[in-house]
């Protein structure tokens, strides 16, 4: 049992992890500009861009309405 455990770690051991993080960060960096940076995904930008949209307008015009009233 011990001997297929150390079989096991060593051959964990003997992987080529530099090569899979490498191709590793190249997919994720083509799934980014694919998926994230594409020209049809602004909408969704935008919607999640709105509400802090919203907050800030409101902090705008709340100030606004401060400073001219006094």
Known sequence: MTEQVF?????VVQQPWGLWW??????????VRRNLLAKRAWWIYFL???PTLIIFLHLVIERHRQFGMS
């Open 7 to 11: 079989s096991y770690f060593r051959s």
């Open 22 to 31: 490498m191709q590793s960060k190249r997919l994720v960096r083509i799934e």
């Open 48 to 50: 999640a861009f709105v």
